[in-house]
């Protein structure tokens, strides 16, 4: 039964006994001035095999020692009896088995309050001895040679000790350590946390291994250092708590390269998502927005997409030293930063940049512009106003890039980023990943605007071929539109016509170049000159078509489709023939929308069909609708439930025409349809 604690102070707790002297098996002998046995321990019981009853009493020497070592230990018992001197060493003994045991002695004299003499003999088995020093010499040698901080503190979680590791991971001597704690000690760590653990492993002796931590100690206070940590509860043998013990390791080598992998991981992750974002469209100002999409916020808080405007418009532009830069913003965008949003070019504006501003001098020269560390004196260097540079020192810029967009050797404009959240400068990592953006980007930055420009040449052109005609003309009144295909289409070949012609007659015609760009355009340019001028011979629809078919032949093998109608007000008829075009819509009053039955036709240039006329009465108030496919054929929808959908907007009340073709566009062409669309809609006058 072990002793219980006893008070040592008040208020605190009993102190309970240690298991040490229980693991040594300590034994008691103490012997008279004769040599007699007068106190014999239970532990010399187990010690030497005699029960207390059968040792008291006798002479030590004769029940413990072997005959041989009889006068050695006779001589060592006077020593200490007449002198004095204490002796302490190993002896075998021997046992009530007969068996010898090496025994570690620690032998002493006593005097009694009688002045009576007396030897007291500490006795334990020395194999055990060993066993603990040994132990014990590991442990010491470990816990100061080692590599891994140590420590071990009390159930107050205060230093009791450190080793010299931990010494220099923490930059402060051990005795600076003892009986202080954590928070005393390094305040520069996340103190809180670790005391929490602590605590934790104190109360539950569930341990805590390899938790990781970061901040400075006084051993490199500039730089942040990343350690692992692992807590242990220490008990004694009886489950006694003692306290904590922990190991430190210094990770900041692993934990820097973990991060820099990380960091190499999101920028391969960003490039790809940027080749993937980047140039869905041939839109410029759409292209030059997934560009900014993709730099925030992963790169910068605010970024902006500046095109020199001389490049926008299709020419090269080359700035000499003094030269201020002529800018025009495509996109921007910013990540919780609207101070710096208000002092950015809205997109679509021109602006002059001086020749001492960084954006200027970045596209000047080709090569990127960093400032790491932006000051208020560099701001005006930004900003494109003293109001601009306010409104960014507000917004907290305090970090600058520009990258160059250079495409086939031609600078285009540049990547403008700023960094006001995010509390990293850029650094040179960044600059490669923006530079690396910023080149993927401009090449398709550069197809989107020599897209853009041959459109808009394209369409000038297609425009420019397109009739201006009266709204009134041969009892006819007559509406028309014309709508390019959506933008990032090219344009395409459609065309209308109305004819005047001798005799009060009116030519319609509608058709379509298959094809698209600039090459459709001029065929269509072409076809109708050539329509005009057989029109003026009065010829018959259908012959006029097989005219028409032969020159298309001739054309680089084009081929068109087209509807040609004559209208008479004197006969009150209308002769149509169809070329592979989809049939014109009749509009009766007091009857339903229709579709002109006409024979199909081949389409202009397929050549060796013949081609038919129709006729069609035509009455004062009577409309005609001519229209290409790109207003009724989608890719998700069936072409009879489109032109069903035609005849029902065109079905109700009489409407003026231009609001007519207005509600048909608006309507059934789509604003991603990737064609164009030519639509001409004639209503018969009543005769004057």
């Known amino acids: ?114 002045g009576d003499v007396y030897a007291l003999g500490l006795c334990a088995d020395r194999s055990t001895v060993r066993r603990l020093e040994r132990d014990v010499a590991l442990s010491t040698q470990v816990i100061a040679q080692s590599p891994i901080g140590l420590a071990v ?15 220099r991971l923490n930059g402060i001597p051990a005795k600076d350590h003892i009986g202080r704690s954590v928070r005393e000690v390094l305040p520069h760590l996340d103190v809180d946390a670790i005391e929490s653990a602590m605590r934790h492993v104190l109360e539950t002796g569930h341990p805590l291994v390899d938790q990781q931590t970061i901040g400075r100690t006084p051993a490199d206070l500039e730089d942040e250092h990343a350690w692992t940590i692992s807590l242990y509860r220490l008990e004694d043998a009886a489950g006694t708590v003692l306290g904590i013990a922990g190991s430190v390791v210094d990770v ?136 601009a540079a306010e409104l960014l020192a507000r917004a907290g810029v305090h970090s600058y890039l520009a990258v160059p967009l250079i495409a086939r050797g031609e600078v285009l404009g540049a990547l403008d980023l700023k960094r006001t959240h995010n509390p990293e400068p850029f650094s040179e990592d960044d600059l490669l990943l923006a530079r690396e953006l910023a080149s993927r980007a401009a090449v398709q930055i550069d197809n989107a605007r020599w897209y853009q420009n041959a459109r808009d040449t394209a369409l000038t052109l297609q425009r420019s071929l397109l009739p201006s005609h009266p709204p009134v003309t041969g009892g006819l009144e007559v509406a028309s539109r014309y709508q390019p295909a959506g933008a990032t289409s090219e344009v395409g070949g459609d065309w209308f016509d109305v004819i005047p012609l001798d005799g009060g007659k009116t030519a319609l015609v509608v058709g379509d170049v298959m094809g698209s760009g600039i090459n459709a355009a001029a065929t269509m340019g072409r076809l109708r000159t050539a329509t005009n001028t057989l029109a003026s011979l009065d010829l018959d629809p259908a012959r006029l078509l097989e005219h028409l078919d032969k020159i298309t032949e001739g054309l680089d093998h084009s ?130």
Not at 337 to 347: G, I
């Open 1 to 114: 039964m072990s002793a219980p604690g006893f008070p040592v102070a008040e208020g605190e707790e009993s102190v309970r006994p240690s298991r040490l002297l229980d693991v040594l098996g300590v034994a008691s002998v103490v012997l008279d001035a004769e040599g007699r046995i007068v106190l014999w321990s239970p532990q010399a019981e187990e010690l030497f095999g005699y029960p207390a009853q059968e040792a008291l009493g006798e002479y030590a020497a004769r029940i413990m020692v072997h005959e041989q070592h009889l006068d050695l230990v006779v001589k060592l018992f006077a020593d200490v009896m007449v002198t004095g001197q204490s002796w302490a060493g190993a002896f075998p003994i021997r046992r009530k088995d007969g068996s010898t045991r090496l025994v570690e002695f620690r032998n002493m004299r006593l005097l009694d309050d009688h």
């Open 153 to 167: 503190l009390d159930t107050d979680l205060r230093y009791v000790s450190v080793n010299p590791a931990l010494e």
């Open 252 to 387: 900041t080598e692993q934990h820097r390269a973990g991060i820099e992998a990380e960091t190499a991981r999101r920028r391969l992750a960003l490039i790809a998502d940027a080749s993937a974002r980047i140039g869905t469209t041939l839109e410029l100002d759409r292209t030059a927005l997934e560009l900014a999409d993709v730099a925030v916020p992963e790169l910068a808080d605010i970024a902006a997409v500046d095109l020199l405007d001389a490049v926008v418009e299709g020419r090269r532009s080359s700035l000499g030293p003094t030269e201020p830069a002529v800018i025009r913003a495509l996109a921007v965008r910013a990540h919780n930063a609207p101070e710096a949003l208000r002092a950015a070019d809205a997109p679509g504006q021109v602006a002059r940049y001086g020749a001492d501003r960084l954006v200027t001098e970045c596209v000047r020269t080709g090569q990127p512009v960093l400032v790491a560390e932006v000051e208020n004196a560099d701001l005006p260097r930004i900003a494109r106003s003293p109001e």
């Open 559 to 688: 081929i068109a489709t087209c509807v040609y109608a004559v209208h008479d007000p004197q006969l009150r008829q209308c002769r149509i023939a169809n070329a592979g075009h989809l049939p014109p819509a009749r509009l009766r009053p007091g009857h339903p929308p229709e579709l002109l039955e006409l024979p199909t036709g081949v389409p202009l240039g397929v050549g060796g069909v013949a081609f038919s006329t129709t006729t069609v009465d035509l009455e004062p108030g009577d409309r005609l609708v001519f229209y290409t496919d790109g207003l009724v054929e989608t890719r998700q929808h069936p072409l009879d439930e489109r032109l069903d959908a035609l005849l029902s907007l065109l079905e109700g009340p009489d409407r003026p025409l231009e609001e007519v073709c207005d509600l048909l566009l608006r309507t059934l062409h789509q604003p991603d349809n990737s064609d164009d669309v030519a639509l001409l809609i004639a209503r018969v006058q009543q005769p004057s």
